[in-house]
């Protein structure tokens, strides 16, 4: 394992070679004393993982391979990040969270609890790139919503509480909470009733 910085790691912590801890941002490069990870209880790293200074995480963290979480991003309990998924940093992912394989979330970026990103989903943060106008402004995904895959939201888009996006979606808009939106530029309509089987 590869340790940078001044990094906290729980007990119970599984770190499956090779795995970076503590990878100095801009702000620290040639630095020799800066904070590192603050990794909770019960982890599972895989191998590629790579984790910037300044990210604290919560327990029974699991990556898959090849991930990439960059600095100053706040991590809840229980949350999985699939293979191939980025995280720029300056981000806030809840608790009880679902990032699958080849996700990609930007910078400042707010996610609550009980998400489900499918694989291939797609924040944005920049309204006009490449010229940053207006600034980054990532998503804000309540609690409880699900986006399907390969779906991709706006910046400043925010989803609401318990609100589906399905896959292929292209969200230009809010979405209200425990609404669907479907379709490229995605519509807003009820989500579909669960079938009671007796």
Same mark, same amino acid.
């Given at each position: 394992?590869?340790?940078?910085?001044?990094?906290?790691?729980?007990?119970?912590?599984?770190?499956?070679?090779?795995?970076?801890?503590?990878?100095?941002?801009?702000?620290?490069?040639?630095?020799?004393?800066?904070?590192?990870?603050?990794?909770?209880?019960?982890?599972?790293?895989?191998?590629?993982?790579?984790?910037?200074?300044?990210?604290?995480?919560?327990?029974?963290?699991?990556?898959?391979?090849?991930?990439?979480?960059?600095?100053?991003?706040? &991590?809840? *309990?229980?949350? #999985? $990040? =699939?293979? %191939? @998924?980025?995280?720029?940093?300056?981000?806030? /992912? !809840?608790? +009880?969270?679902?990032?699958?394989?080849?996700?990609?979330?930007?910078?400042?970026?707010?996610?609550?609890?009980?998400?489900?990103?499918?694989?291939?989903?797609?924040?944005?943060?920049?309204?006009?790139?490449?010229?940053?106008?207006?600034?980054?402004?990532?998503?804000? &995904?309540? *609690?409880?919503? #699900? $986006? =399907?895959? %390969? @779906?991709?939201?706006?910046?400043?888009?925010? /989803? !609401?509480? +318990?609100?589906?996006?399905?896959?292929?979606?292209?969200?230009?808009?809010?979405?209200?909470?425990?609404?669907?939106?479907?379709?490229?530029?995605?519509?807003?309509?009820?989500?579909?009733?669960?079938?009671?089987?007796?």
């Amino acid at each position: 394992m590869m340790h940078l910085g001044r990094n906290t790691i729980g007990e119970g912590v599984r770190l499956l070679e090779p795995v970076t801890l503590g990878f100095p941002s801009r702000d620290y490069l040639g630095a020799d004393d800066f904070p590192g990870v603050t990794l909770g209880r019960n982890a599972t790293l895989r191998p590629g993982t790579i984790i910037y200074c300044e990210v604290e995480i919560g327990d029974d963290f699991q990556t898959g391979h090849n991930v990439l979480i960059r600095e100053q991003t706040r &991590i809840g *309990d229980r949350v #999985a $990040i =699939g293979t %191939n @998924a980025i995280c720029e940093g300056r981000s806030v /992912i !809840g608790s +009880d969270v679902s990032i699958q394989s080849m996700a990609f979330i930007p910078t400042n970026t707010v996610i609550g609890d009980r998400v489900f990103l499918g694989p291939h989903v797609v924040l944005t943060n920049d309204r006009y790139p490449p010229t940053g106008i207006g600034g980054l402004a990532g998503p804000v &995904i309540e *609690d409880g919503a #699900a $986006i =399907g895959a %390969n @779906a991709t939201v706006l910046p400043g888009v925010r /989803i !609401g509480a +318990d609100a589906l996006v399905a896959a292929g979606a292209i969200v230009t808009k809010d979405v209200p909470p425990g609404m669907l939106a479907i379709g490229a530029p995605a519509q807003i309509r009820a989500k579909p009733v669960p079938e009671v089987r007796s």
